[in-house]
């Protein structure tokens, strides 16, 4: 941060569960928060990265070191509120300049209640995450005229410890929707902005278990009319139904814990419906099927993350959030990979040998992020069509 803005901006305390203490400025709401601290290496994309459901209950760390010089606008939203328990940034820039921005990044914060730190040393952060792996951590934001003291650092470090451990949280059924909703708006244009799907192709029953709108939005680009169901609604409400496909999204916390859809994903793609997962999604599928997953040191979140695709051998750039992921060793006969994480070898991509229903790891929908991907969203109308057909 630019030293002419520190004496605008109070103090704040970043303590992590090991002890380890970061003082900055509070670029957010005054008060205290609590949660996963994990980095993101994606250049953009903040606002949206700030509103995606996946991210419940984790303090996010933006490793690019200039955060909010385009502003904020009310269009790139993934939900209808901040859902990251918190924001770590390096630099806060003096302006933020873009012809859609309707007020700066520290305001928008402010007002949707999200505590924030800056000007703190993000690339010292990000070694300690990345050699450790992620962590709980308190985020402390001052008001004006507070001082930072040894009660109140020591009283962060204490609420960093006392947070609980992701493995094991249901997050799912906490971010999602109460009640179904119908969903027809396709993707943005320059200049005209959000349109309408008007001739829908297909019926597709979404499960909200923390759905981004832009993943909608892309269904709904390909001719799809979209009714989005609460995470726990049980698979005889959505086959009564007759969609022709069925979704399964991206969402928050640990997939073990979620039986209900578990069990309601084991049903529907038992009936021979088409259906895809994305990112929890994917997990869930995985765990319906049979195999495990497990929760990963090193967490993958960015838009830059290398995926290979096993069948053409093509790579793509990604967008990655999730601290999860499927045991590649416990995949049932009925279950192949189709795709796999560079970085890491993680599994990133199944289908199901003998029905209908696929999944994938990352967030193919690029929001924040590349593009690469998106051809998954083909493949998914594709297969309703030729159910469609038969």
């Known amino acids: 941060m630019l030293l002419s803005l520190q004496g605008t901006f109070p103090p704040a305390i ?14 957010g709401a005054t008060g205290t928060t609590v949660g996963e601290v994990v980095f993101n290496t994606s250049l953009t994309g ?11 209950q984790q303090i996010v ?16 939203v993934e939900a209808d509120k901040v859902h990251a328990a918190g ?6 820039p003096l302006l933020a300049s873009n012809f859609r921005s309707t007020e700066t990044l520290s305001q928008y914060l402010v007002r949707e209640n999200t505590v924030a730190i800056a000007n703190i040393d993000t690339r010292k952060l990000t070694r300690l995450l990345r050699t450790k792996g992620a962590q709980n951590g308190a985020i402390v ?39 179904p909703y119908a969903w027809t708006q396709n993707e943005w244009k320059l200049g005209s902005g959000y349109g309408e799907l008007t001739q829908p192709e297909f019926h597709v029953v979404a499960f909200d278990y923390g759905v981004k709108k832009n993943i909608l939005r892309m269904l709904a680009e390909r001719g799809c009319r979209i009714t989005v169901v609460p995470a726990q609604t049980p698979a005889a409400d959505v086959l009564a139904m007759k969609p022709d496909g069925v979704f399964l999204s991206n969402g928050p916390g ?3 814990p979620c ?11 038992d009936s021979g419906l088409p259906t895809f997962g994305i990112c929890l999604g994917h997990q869930i599928m995985a765990l319906a099927a049979g195999a495990k997953t497990f929760k990963m040191t090193n967490s993958h979140h960015g838009g830059n993350h290398p995926v290979k695709d096993l069948d053409s051998g093509r790579v793509s750039i990604t967008s ?50 590349p593009h690469d991907i998106a051809y998954l969203f083909d493949r998914f109308t594709d297969a309703m069509r030729a159910a469609k057909a038969a």
């Open 14 to 27: 970043l303590a992590l569960a090991d002890g380890t203490v970061f003082i900055g400025n509070s670029i």
């Open 46 to 56: 903040y606002q949206e990265i700030l509103t995606d459901p996946s991210y419940c």
């Open 61 to 76: 760390t933006l490793t690019y070191p200039h955060i909010g010089n385009y502003g904020v606008n009310a269009e790139d």
């Open 87 to 92: 924001l770590i940034i390096k630099d806060l």
């Open 141 to 179: 934001g001052l008001a004006s005229g507070e001082a930072v003291t040894q009660s109140l650092i020591d009283s962060a470090i204490a609420k960093a410890k006392a947070a609980p451990s992701m493995a094991g949280l249901d997050l799912a059924k906490v971010v999602s929707t109460k009640a």
């Open 254 to 256: 640990d997939p073990e």
């Open 259 to 269: 039986d209900y859809a578990i069990a309601a994903t084991r049903t529907i793609v």
């Open 320 to 369: 990655q959030n999730h601290g999860f992921a499927v045991d590649m060793e416990t995949l049932p006969a009925n279950l192949r990979a189709t795709h796999i994480s560079l970085f890491d070898g993680t599994l990133q991509g199944l289908e199901h040998k003998d029905k209908p229903a696929f999944c994938f790891q990352g967030h193919p929908e690029a929001s924040p992020g």
